[in-house]
């Protein structure tokens, strides 16, 4: 039986460094949302949350997604980890 539960996204978390002001999350953003990933950064938590394909098919894009996610924000310059 489906819930729904298979149609919501995954939402992946991870922590950034190195973010000195309101600014940094906002370049952040504005790449990953240029690279196609559906993302929300927070300077005040230091934590970025990225929106991956639906739960049915979060194996097939959740790796390509964080690949582009880990690159996009290294070559910023910033250090990301998984929560």
């Known amino acids: 039986m489906n819930n ?3 149609n919501k996204p995954k ?5 950034i ?16 949302e240029d690279a196609g990933v559906k993302v929300s950064c927070s300077y005040a938590k230091q934590l970025l ?13 959740q790796a390509e997604t964080e690949k582009t996610v880990k690159k996009v924000v290294e ?3 910033y250090k990301i980890e998984a929560l």
């Open 11 to 15: 939402v992946l978390r991870f922590s």
């Open 4 to 6: 729904g539960q298979d």
């Open 49 to 61: 949350e990225v929106e991956t394909p639906f739960r049915s098919q979060a194996s097939e894009g």
């Open 17 to 32: 460094k190195g973010m000195h002001c309101p600014s940094c999350a906002i370049l952040i953003e504005s790449d990953l």
């Open 75 to 77: 070559d910023l310059g």
